[in-house]
């Protein structure tokens, strides 16, 4: 498959979250708003490139026994930098993130790229496969936290992580009326996810079908 | 520190592992169509924390404190649950071949189970002592167990009716998923 | 064999690069991460030891009442407490501080929701005092009227006193709070309440008796000259904490007590236990023909009143109080006082002036000829200056009609 085909891949057909159902505890319960999404999604992204990078450097030379033991230190080595990179830079993040940082370590989307790709293919294929799914997680965060966050306080708010100012803010004061606070929740989390799982799941069908079809 | 009773009744109910935490999602959509796997499942997965939750503690604090090497409790934690996991799989293998094969790829990823990490983390950022270390590493995956059996029980309906096309599979489980974390909501105010 | 070696010395390896890594990592961050902690509390910290050198502090606290602890260097320990005092919904949160000597050399309150004019009494000199300069050993006792409070605060210093001890390597007699002295109260005692006969049936009396929070009802039953009995027939006040003088055991206490008998106040409901003696006291003095002292009757003979000039219910009066004459402007409406302003005040700035404060004054909206007043306690002859004011003011209305 091309690079180009595989990054876009990552984003809808193999969407991480809402079509391979990888990563889904630190999806649902991060995603009340944009700011955690997009702490989130980026610091799953950068740790998807290094410890794809980190592995495929080293395919050649880890023993395949021992393959899923090594994986799980690269990536826990680099999961608890992170925790202390953003403890002691991005307070804020921190606090709102909480122990979804250590549970990146168990997230799937992560080991199962090291094992489905990286360990096969070259450093520079591994970082942008890597780019790629990160992306498209980040991505499906997003989706989910706007909608949650829209509904629940009728308005968004982006901040920056290292200072905590205010970047931009958009308030929709004439829809606060019909706030509905579910969806801060996590049974709005799921609902919010089941529509979203639909939606792709429907576009998946419709170009499966055209595929089917123009064969 | 709440009495044992509170703790575990808070932590099957209240704050229930999957509706209300999130964690073990993915043996909760993946597992859940058969009531029989569910129990083999939850059964596993109460093995595995309670086991991991012992030797993580015990690790925790006999050697990584006094050594003032805290930073290492996520990879030190994570491969004692990865080696713990290893072991359950050649027990159930030996002494129960129909469940491990009904389980199958869902077994080895119960390390990647967030409900693990979570749970041995969680006894050590609680401060519990013993006797609420063992009572919470046993409630939590009772509670997993008994949402993963109705989910699945209510999945079994499911497969037998008509779903309109794009929701099948996954999409109407998490619709189902969300109207029992609302009903579970009103455990709130039990204890 | 040899592949087994090589498996665990390559995964021995590569974790022990991992804790290297970390280990760098870690040394970078963590005294952020540390300053970050005492940033967040400075503020409160040089709130007791302004300027010193702070570091944070392992503790252990089995109560879990401890939330924080900094040394101050070369001064003391500092411990942030939290406990749940009167209000349930808000903490109180205080930070106490202990010298190297175990002296208490600081106590501050950071955070206080509870009632204002009981629990909040906290954090006024009248409890921080007997705090500051104690030393770690002694007892600290609590505030009438506001021991739910004082009780959690104490038991919050009291933690922070067994954090001391293992802190400093000293032991600590951690001590109960103790009851504040009592009053010794009798029937005749002054309960500092507003208490009103509702309806005098024979002897049976139902009063209206102002407690905690609002009236209760009370029905009191004199048969010669004594108590017979006495009823809480509809109880306002908080509870599980009021309640706890409703009891049968501490009404049937009254039972053939007179205005001479000694009485008890129920403590940690003291307020609700007041109410109640006042009923009875009201009952026991009617039925003896014993005429409380109100507005009307008493004698404010020394103030000698004057009224200067008057205006279809307007009053301006002249009454000496300490040292001068204040002047006063009162309207009467419908017989009751509608409002009073001092309008020349020629008495003790500091002193006097805590009896024409708005409060004080606004205390007698509504007074008439019957009712009972109080006297500002350290004002009390500027008080009577205002009383004998409202007095003449009151009798001149009627007289008028």
């Given at each position: 498959m091309n690079r180009k085909q595989n990054f876009i891949n990552g984003?809808?057909?193999?969407?991480?979250?809402?079509?391979?159902?990888?990563?889904?505890c630190s999806a649902l319960a991060i995603s009340t708003t944009i700011d955690n999404a997009i702490g989130m999604g980026l610091c799953v992204t950068l740790v998807l490139i290094f410890s794809n990078v980190i592995i495929s450097a080293m395919r050649k030379i880890?023993?395949?026994?021992i393959r899923i033991p090594v994986y799980i230190v690269v990536i826990a080595t680099l999961v608890t930098c992170a925790e202390m990179l953003i403890h002691a830079f991005m307070p804020s993040l921190f606090t709102s993130l909480g122990v979804f940082i250590s549970l990146i370590v168990v997230n799937c989307i992560i080991l199962g790229r090291a094992e489905a790709f990286a360990s096969k293919n070259g450093v520079v294929d591994a970082a942008l496969d890597g780019l790629g799914m990160g992306l498209g997680y980040t991505f499906s965060l997003l989706l989910i936290s706007v909608v949650r966050e829209l509904l629940a306080t009728a308005s968004l708010t982006l901040s920056n992580p290292?200072?905590?100012?205010?970047?931009f803010q958009i308030n929709l004061t004439s829809l606060e009326a019909y706030?509905?606070?579910?969806?801060?929740?996590p049974a709005g989390a799921f609902l919010t996810f089941a529509a979203f799982s639909a939606v792709f799941a429907m576009i998946k069908n419709k170009s499966d079908a055209k595929e089917k079809g123009t064969k | 520190m709440t009495d044992l009773f509170t703790l575990a009744i808070s932590a099957i109910l209240?704050?229930?592992?999957?509706?209300?935490?999130?964690?073990?999602?993915c043996p909760f959509l993946?597992?859940?169509?058969?009531t029989s796997s569910a129990i083999g499942m939850g059964a596993a997965v109460l093995f595995v924390i309670v086991g991991a939750s012992c030797i993580t503690y015990g690790l925790h604090y006999l050697v990584l404190v006094p050594l003032g090497i805290e930073y290492m409790q996520l990879i030190t934690f994570i491969l004692v649950i990865a080696s713990f996991v290893q072991l359950t799989e050649i027990i159930i293998k030996k002494f129960s071949p129909v469940l491990y094969k009904s389980l199958g790829i869902y077994l080895p990823l119960i390390t990647t189970n967030c409900a693990v990490l979570f749970v041995a983390k969680d006894n050590i950022t609680q401060g519990f002592n013993i006797s609420e270390m063992l009572t919470y590493s046993f409630s939590v995956p009772l509670g997993f167990m008994l949402v993963l059996y109705i989910f699945s029980a209510i999945r079994e309906r499911l497969d037998s009716s008509k779903v309109p096309a794009s929701w099948v599979g996954n999409p109407i489980a998490l619709v189902v998923a969300g109207l029992m974390a609302i009903a579970f909501t009103g455990f709130a105010g039990l204890v | 064999m040899k592949k087994i070696i090589t498996l665990t010395l390559f995964l021995a390896i590569t974790s022990a690069v991992a804790g290297g890594i970390l280990a760098y990592v870690n040394e970078l961050t963590a005294p952020i991460i540390d300053g970050m902690a005492i940033e967040a509390e400075k503020e409160n910290l040089e709130l007791i030891f302004p300027g010193a050198d702070f570091e944070e502090v392992a503790f252990e606290d089995?109560?879990?009442?401890?939330?924080g602890a900094y040394l101050a260097q070369g001064q003391g320990y500092i411990y942030k407490v939290e406990v749940v005092g009167y209000n349930s919904s808000s903490p109180v949160v205080f930070m106490i501080a202990y010298d190297n000597d175990a002296n208490n050399v600081g106590f501050a309150i950071l955070n206080q929701q509870e009632t204002s004019g009981f629990g909040s009494r906290?954090?006024?000199?009248?409890f921080i005092d007997t705090v500051i300069?104690?030393?770690?050993?002694d007892s600290i006792s609590t505030l009438s009227g506001a021991t739910v409070t004082t009780k959690a605060v104490v038991s919050g210093i009291n933690a922070a006193k067994a954090v001391y001890a293992i802190h400093a390597g000293v032991t600590v007699d951690v001590q109960e709070p103790t009851e504040p002295e009592a009053e010794v109260l009798?029937?005749?005692?002054?309960?500092?309440t507003d208490a009103q006969i509702v309806e005098n049936v024979d002897g049976v009396y139902t009063i209206s008796a102002k407690g905690y929070a609002a009236n209760n009802t009370v029905v009191v039953t004199i048969t010669d000259g004594i108590v017979a009995s006495v009823e809480v027939t509809e109880f306002n006040d908080t509870p599980t904490i009021g309640d706890l003088a409703t009891t049968d055991e501490y009404l049937s206490?009254?039972?053939?007590?007179?205005?001479s008998s000694q009485v008890d106040v129920v403590s940690s409901a003291t307020l609700t236990s007041k109410s109640i003696l006042a009923a009875v006291q009201l009952a026991l003095n009617d039925a003896n023909g014993v005429?409380?002292?109100n507005l009307g009757n008493n004698?404010?003979?020394?103030?000698?009143a004057e009224i200067v000039s008057s205006d279809a219910g307007t009053y301006n009066v002249l009454s000496y109080g300490f040292q001068a004459n204040n002047e006063y402007v009162i309207v009467i409406e419908n017989g009751a006082v509608a409002s009073v302003v001092c309008s020349t005040f020629a008495d003790?700035?500091?002193?006097?002036d805590l009896a024409t404060t708005d409060e004080y004054l606004g205390s007698?909206?509504?007074?008439?000829?019957?009712s009972s007043f109080d006297v500002v306690s350290g004002a009390t002859m500027t008080s009577n200056s205002v009383l004998a004011a409202v007095q003449a003011a009151l009798n001149a209305e009627v007289k008028g009609e």
């Open positions: 984003f809808i057909k193999e969407n991480p979250v809402f079509g391979l159902y990888l990563g889904l880890t023993p395949s026994e290292f200072t905590s100012d205010i970047i706030k509905i606070s579910l969806f801060s929740s | 209240i704050n229930n592992i999957i509706l209300s935490k999130f964690f073990g999602m993946g597992v859940s169509r058969k | 089995e109560t879990g009442l401890v939330k906290i954090d006024t000199p009248e300069g104690t030393t770690v050993n009798t029937l005749s005692s002054d309960f500092a206490s009254f039972v053939g007590k007179d205005p005429v409380a002292v004698d404010f003979a020394t103030n000698k003790t700035v500091g002193m006097g007698m909206t509504g007074f008439t000829t019957e």
